[in-house]
């Protein structure tokens, strides 16, 4: 078990905010009564469309509990905006945006999430993760599978009063498991398919479903479970979900999983790693080509690309520059823009970070594929 | 004399780029017989209102060979991008954004600079700055006057038939002058005043000009001189340009020196200072409460403002937070947009931009008064 220094920093905001009551939402209220009018307001910003409204508690974020708690030594850090990120994207097919607001997960305490991530043994089937065999072989061994567990909750309500109607659980599957035949040995690793991600992903889904119906509370509400998929070590894009499915308020049943197919990328691709969509991968190689040929000094361009169901779904450019004055930071953004348009899909969201060795110096972005080009030079020093 | 990092880098750039001819404007032409089409396109793109196009030579851009070269050791760097971006827009006083295009200086070379910025010794007077009278005492010395020499051109033409029509020439004055009495030796100081730093830079501005007329390539054009004063070692906002004046084509005479009532600070001031508005340092602290309360671990905030004639004009706001969970960023930046509308001023140009430990996370903008806040929370990991 681990806590990443991320997680740390987390819990040291939800330790300041442990009382009850007040209730507020994420607004600028000074006058509580008033709060769901201000609600709403957010809701309808174009800066967060469709995002969820979130809820305070004693005027402040309430983060997760288990937040950042890992079965294993060996996670890709790189996995933890997309797991997070991926089950909210998930959750708003089941708990709309305009009737559910927001909080990190508040159920699932820090001790039960470490109980549930470890491995079972003889006496206590509580951990989700196999009995130790003793076995060191790749393929022999019993693999760490639950390597991480996220709660999203999602409550009704309003003015100083919320109650929870849905909650979301995101379980992170390995695909593969390192681990060391001695003591700081050297590194093996087992890779795990997606057959059996899928397989005991289901089955560590239906368990802790089964465990929360056991609490009253938790007893009549919606739950979605997203089964997600975590990189190796050396993976430059995060892990995606490939299937959730719902258990329906008082059932402990998963009824209709859905497979889901995302995929994610960096382009240009290394080795002999095939593109997803060559089309995509010639669009961002004229791209590059049209920056790199009128800048020389640009020293790292980079893509991620992220397909839902075949479709190219964002577009995240990076872009690193050897430069940093003013006048040539706006002429080679004003390039990247024009080739932008000219070079990069129109169907996608796009994300072009322009930064230099110091600190980001600009970005372009559009938020959704029928906005236009935003364009931001820094001027802060 | 010394150069900065960024001027190596810079200088690497230019040193790939010396061939003549074959000029193109900063766009994406295929053809180049099509630029000047192309460049109206991008002066017409709302990212770049009243921007200028920028001037390719053998398909890239031309760093100013001067750039980063300075008297003295004792630079502060947060005066960079106030120099050159202050110098852009006095530029559009005198040089039309439609009628000229802009490149960085390439008629001041690196050894001129060097001289220029060197003392003066009884035998050669090339050196702008004063003869060293060999006293030690801060008020007896002579000090270090002239700093920095910065150049900007600006072209007229079209395809591939460019030429200069104009420059503009930056001179960066110290308000302090650091020294040692002794190599090595504990550093001292020499502090110019207003009235010191205009008298011997408009001198110094007149010598400068006199020397480029006498080259034939510049002698019809108008010459634009900024006086920029820079600041301390210990500042954390860039100096500002305090006059300028135009030298017309074919005189040597700057006529019509006009002052500039530019003033830059930090909030939350420390010490003693007194805010230049106490009414912008309400606001400002009314914005950073409302989102201290919320959200706890918000560990600095701090806003540049810039007042042009007793106006604020910008507001560069710096959030650092030690989070960087997908959905509190979202929320946080929810939180500080619905803030700055509530209580930043409405007329000035603001930035906001929201960095975690391990990167930027979040920006919120408004490039004019008069646009909408554009929010951007990043994708890219």
Redesign the interface.
């Known amino acids: 078990m681990k806590r990443f220094l991320?997680a740390m920093?987390?819990l040291?905001?939800a330790l300041?905010?442990t009382g009850c009551g007040n209730l507020q939402n994420?607004?600028?209220s000074n006058n509580p009564t008033n709060t769901e009018k201000k609600a709403k307001?957010?809701q309808t910003?174009t800066?967060?469309k469709g995002?969820?409204t979130?809820l305070?508690k004693n005027?402040?974020?309430q983060?997760s509990p288990i937040?950042g708690i890992s079965a294993t030594n060996n996670d890709n850090n790189?996995d933890?905006?997309?797991l997070?990120?991926g089950l909210?994207d998930l959750s708003k097919r089941q708990f709309s945006t305009n009737s559910y607001v927001?909080q990190?997960g508040q159920q699932i305490s820090e001790s039960t999430a470490e109980n549930w991530l470890a491995r079972a043994t003889k006496k206590d089937k509580t951990g989700l993760n196999p009995i130790d065999n003793h076995k060191k072989g790749a393929d022999t061994r019993n693999p760490i599978r639950v390597e991480q567990i996220l709660e999203?909750d999602f409550l009704t309500g309003s003015g100083r009063n919320y109650h929870l109607g849905g909650m979301s659980l995101g379980i992170a599957m390995n695909s593969i498991d390192y681990y060391n035949k001695v003591t700081d040995g050297p590194q093996y690793h087992t890779t795990i398919s997606r057959a059996d991600q899928e397989k005991y992903g289901k089955i560590a889904a239906e368990k802790v479903v089964k465990r929360l119906r056991k609490r009253k509370k938790l007893r009549n509400i919606p739950i979605l479970i997203g089964l997600f998929s975590k990189t190796g070590q050396d993976s430059?894009?995060?892990g995606t979900y490939f299937a959730y499915g719902i258990a329906s308020a008082n059932s402990s049943k998963i009824r209709d999983w859905k497979a889901l197919n995302y995929k994610t990328q960096t382009l240009p691709t290394v080795g002999d790693q095939k593109a997803i969509s060559s089309d995509d991968e010639s669009d961002f190689s004229n791209f590059k080509s049209?920056i790199q040929?009128?800048?020389?000094?640009v020293s790292g361009v980079t893509a991620?690309v992220r397909y839902e169901e075949g479709k190219l779904t964002?577009e995240?450019?990076?872009i690193t520059t050897?430069?940093?004055?003013?006048?040539?930071i706006?002429?080679?953004t004003?390039?990247a823009?024009?080739?932008a348009r000219?070079y990069l899909p129109n169907n996608a969201?796009i994300?072009i970070?322009i930064s230099s060795?110091n600190?980001?110096q600009a970005?372009i972005?559009k938020?959704s594929p029928s906005d236009n080009?935003?364009?931001?030079v820094?001027?802060?020093?």
């Open positions: 991320s920093l987390l040291g905001l300041g905010a994420s607004n600028l307001k957010y910003t800066t967060t995002g969820y979130v305070l005027g402040t974020y983060v937040n790189i933890t905006r997309s997070e990120k909210l927001f990190e999203q430059l894009t995060g049209a040929d009128y800048f020389p000094d991620n964002e995240n450019i990076s050897q430069f940093y004055g003013y006048a040539q706006q002429s080679f004003k390039l823009l024009s080739a000219k969201a994300e970070k060795v600190d980001v970005v972005a938020n080009y935003y364009v931001h820094f001027n802060g020093e």
